[in-house]
C-alpha cells in the first residue's frame, strides 16, 4: 500500500439520517467534544487526518477545531446542516455552501479548502459549484456494483492520478473505496461496517482489497469514536438501533488495529491537504 487517508465527519449523533426525525438535539449530549482520546490515539500512531466539519456545530467546537489544526491535521467543510445535498436545489446548495465555508474558518481561524458531501450525495453540478466558491478538493464519491447509478458521481472530465484519486484542472476528487466482492461492494471504508466486523474480518477483507489497490481512505465519526451513552430516542426500530450502538466501544482500539495493519502494508498516512501538495496540486 501507499497512501491512507483518514478522514473525519465531524458531526454530531443526531446528524445521523435515521434519527434526524427525532428531538436528539435536544437531549443536550454532545459526542464532537469526547474526541479527545481519538486524536491523543491519532498523535501516538502517528497519523495525520482531515476533518470534515458540519458548519452549524462549528461554533460551539471552535476550540476542537482549533486544537484539530494545532496537532497538524486538517479541517474541511461537511456541508451547513447535514442535510443530504440531493434535497437542496443548486442555488440554495451554493448560498449555503458560502456561509457553512465561512462559519468553519472563523470558528477554525484558517482556511477551509476541502469538501465532503453528508452521506455522500455529491452531484455533478455541486461539484463544480464548490469550485467556484474556493474549494481545491472533494471527498464525496463511492461506487457500489449493486447500484450502478446510486450516488455514483460522474467525473467526466477528470483524469485518473492515482488510485482513488482523480485530477482536473488542479482540482481533486478523492474516492472513497468499496470492497468487490461476488458482486457486491462492501463499504469496508468506514461507518457501521467497521464497527460491526471483527478485526479478523476486517483483515481478511483488507487483504482481498490490497490486492487490487494502492491506496485506501478511512472515514469514521465522533460517536463512533466514544463509547459515552447515547439517548436514543423511544420509537427507533430495533434495526436501526443496533446498527447506531454496534461496536462502538470497542471501536477506537479496532482502528488503531486497522491503522496498524495499514502501516505495516507500507501505507502512509497524510492529510488529504499535505496529498495535493505532494502531488504539486497546491
Ligand atoms: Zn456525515
Redesign the pocket.
Known sequence: MKHAWLTV?L?EWY???YLKDFPCRETGVRVAPQIFDFLDMLDEEGVKATF?C?AEIAAENAGILREILRRGHAVGC??LD?ELLTNKSLEQFIEETRAAKAMIETAAGAPVTGY?A??FTMERDKLDAIRELGFFYDSSKIRFAQHPLYRNLDLEGFERADDLVYVQDGFSEYEIPTLDLLGWSIPISGGGYLRLFPFWTLRLLLGLYARKHENFTIYV?PFELTGMPLPLPEGLGRATRFRCLVGRKRNLKKLRRVIRWLKRRGARFTTLEVDRRERGLS
Open positions: 465527519d458531526e446528524h445521523l439520517d470534515f458540519v461537511h456541508g447535514h465532503r453528508p452521506c465519526h
